[in-house]
Structure formats: structure tokens, C-alpha cells
């Protein structure tokens, strides 16, 4: 990709602002052999594993707990053909270098042909996003923003983005939105499924306000978002007295803080189940070498590795 083309393809998503430095900080030392491997196996279409909160700061506990997310996924027999991040990509203020970095840790998941699609969170810079990642940036469905569709034989995953911006590059705006311009896309988008489709974004539906929109609209199965670094599920209401309510799901931060861990989707052909693959659970801060864990802390990562969360492709009337 030469410059100009390059910079004609954030013109055309709408970014705005200076091309920012590009050298980046040293990466830290990831050369774990199961990174070096080819993996073997066939992949499966109709897998998906879902990440959020990634927060990918080179020097500090992220990187390496990403790394070994990514190797879970390269160790999966067979390998998913997707894999979906909803936000928070970059740590707290969404520098160059943090995208740089997170781009070293995924490139093995796109060595072995697994698409990966990026969204958008509260601690990420979209023009920063778009320097590090220009050919995801390029597959927005919408100017302005980074929206996309995770396409499977079976359901789609509509991918929003709730990220407020702060104009202060020292700053973030926590609470996620989704404008009215999107949410007319939204509306639009969704008229024409029949086929199984999943909304997600990083904010909770509270935040978003799309359930309205999703109620309008049959094919839509289930909202799935992040930020809370809390896996839970719930089953929203739309009207009480109908039958007639959304499944949504709340995923686990990858390492940051909270639960940690990942949830493999499978799509199943009259409903779709997401099992959660949890490791750990801290908070603030990763327990140091040779520190116990507190029982509390282990009981609630046992409690909750391997629980599943169910959607259904067809929501009673």
C-alpha cells in the first residue's frame, strides 16, 4: 500500500487529526515457542471466540496475558475461522505504541488464517487504530466510525461502536453511545435479516440504547458487549406481559483486571453457546511471584470457567 493510498483510506472512514509519531517503544520479550509453531487442524466456520478489555500496554502484565489467549485459540482442535475483539484494545489513552504492540501479539492468529475484527472501546483513538491496523480500518460499514459484519454460515456478528471520544488526547470519555447516524444504520441493516445475526459493542445495552432496534428485528438472537471485565448474562424484558426478551452477555477482560479469560461461540444450527474459558481473577493488579491467591478470588475463577451462555435463533413472540 503506498502513502497515498493509504492516506486517502483514512480520508474515506473519516478520521481526522495528524499523523502521529510511529516509533514505537520496544515490544516486550513474547518468543514463547508455542507462538513459533504452525498450528495444525482443520477450522471451523461456525466457531468464533469473543475477547474484549484487552488493554495492551508493552512493559506491563498485558501483553504476555494476551499472548497466552492467543495461544489457547492456536491450540484449538480444529481452529475457529473467526475471532472477535469488542474494545479497549489499547490501554487508557490508546497510543500508537500500544496498537503496535497488540498487532505483534494477533499477527499469529492471521499466520493461520483466523480473521480477526477489531472493535471499538472507551480507552481506544480510532486515527491511531487506523495507522496501525489500515486494512481493518478500511472494512468499516460506516464513515466516522469503526462498525463491521463478522460473517458465518450461520449467524452474523454486527460489530457497533459505542467509543466516545474525548478531544483531549490525555483524556476518556467513559460512557459508550452509539449516534444517531449509526443507529439509523442499525435500523436499516437489520430490516433486511433472516438470517441469525448477534449485535455486539463494548458498552452494556444501557449505555448503547439499541435494544429497542433489536426488538424490531427477529433474526436478532442476542447483545454482547464488554467493558465491565465481568462475565455475566442476563435476559432483558422488552415489555412485561410479552414473551418476548433478548439475551445478552457480558465477556471477561483478557488481562487487565476482573475476570480474565475468553468465550468461544458456537454456532450451532438452532442456537449458538458461548462457553467461557476462564484462568484467572484479579483485581487491581496480577498477584506477584509466589503470592496466594485469596480463596475468595480462586473460588469465583472455578465457579465460573466453563459456565455457558445459550442463545437461541428463534425469540418466542
Given at each position: 500500500m503506498n ?12 478520521i481526522?487529526g495528524?499523523l ?7 515490544l516486550?520479550?513474547?518468543?514463547d515457542?508455542?507462538?513459533q509453531?504452525k ?20 512493559g ?6 494476551l ?9 484449538m482442535?480444529?481452529l475457529p475461522?473467526?475471532v472477535?475483539?469488542l474494545g479497549d484494545?489499547?490501554?487508557?489513552y490508546?497510543?500508537?505504541?500500544d496498537y503496535e504492540?497488540?498487532?505483534e501479539?494477533l499477527?499469529p ?9 477489531l472493535?471499538?472501546?472507551?480507552h481506544?483513538?480510532r ?5 496501525i ?6 472494512q ?5 466510525r469503526?462498525?463491521?459484519?463478522v460473517?458465518?454460515p450461520r449467524a452474523?456478528?454486527?460489530v457497533l461502536?459505542s ?8 483524556k476518556w ?6 449516534n444517531?447516524e449509526q443507529a439509523q444504520?442499525l435500523r ?7 438470517k441469525?445475526?448477534?449485535?455486539s459493542?463494548?458498552h ?6 439499541v435494544?429497542p432496534i433489536?426488538?424490531e428485528?427477529?433474526a436478532c ?5 464488554g467493558h ?9 424484558v422488552f ?5 418476548d426478551?433478548?439475551?445478552?452477555m ?5 488481562g487487565?483486571?476482573g475476570?480474565i ?5 458456537n ?9 467461557l474459558?476462564?484462568s484467572?481473577?484479579f483485581f ?5 511471584e509466589g503470592?496466594?491467591?485469596?480463596l475468595l478470588?480462586?473460588l469465583?475463577?472455578?465457579?465460573n470457567d466453563g459456565?455457558k451462555?445459550?442463545?437461541?435463533y428463534r425469540?418466542p413472540?
Open positions: 502513502r497515498r493510498t493509504f492516506l486517502g483510506g483514512l480520508a474515506a472512514i473519516g481526522q495528524s502521529m509519531n510511529l516509533n514505537a517503544s520496544p516486550p520479550n513474547m518468543t515457542p508455542r507462538r509453531k498450528p495444525s487442524g482443520r477450522m471451523d466456520e461456525n466457531l468464533v471466540v469473543l475477547i474484549s478489555d484487552m488493554h495492551v500496554l508493552a506491563s502484565h498485558t501483553p504476555a496475558r499472548t497466552r489467549v492467543v495461544n489457547d485459540i492456536l491450540a482442535k480444529p475461522a473467526n472477535v475483539g484494545l489499547a490501554n487508557l490508546g497510543h500508537v505504541e504492540c497488540a498487532r501479539i499477527k492468529l492471521e499466520d493461520a488464517g483466523i480473521k480477526v475484527t472493535g471499538m472501546g472507551n481506544d483513538r486515527g491511531n487504530f487506523a495507522l491496523f489500515p486494512e481493518k480500518a478500511a468499516t460499514r460506516l464513515q466516522g469503526m462498525v463491521f459484519i460473517e458465518t452474523d456478528i454486527i461502536d467509543l466516545q471520544e474525548d478531544p483531549d488526547l490525555g470519555i467513559t460512557p459508550g453511545a452509539i444517531e444504520w436499516n441493516t437489520l430490516k433486511g435479516y433472516s441469525p445475526v448477534f449485535v459493542a463494548h452494556p445495552e444501557d449505555e448503547t440504547k435494544l433489536l426488538r428485528c427477529p438472537c442476542g447483545y454482547i458487549y465491565e471485565h465481568h462475565w455475566h448474562t442476563g435476559w432483558p415489555q412485561w406481559g410479552k414473551r426478551l433478548m439475551r445478552t457480558c465477556l471477561p477482560s483478557t487487565y483486571w475476570d479469560g475468553y468465550a468461544v461461540l454456532l450451532g444450527e438452532d442456537q449458538a453457546t458461548a462457553t474459558h476462564q484467572d481473577f487491581n493488579y496480577p498477584l506477584k503470592e496466594e491467591m485469596p478470588w480462586s469465583m475463577v472455578k465457579d459456565q451462555c445459550s442463545f437461541s425469540r413472540e
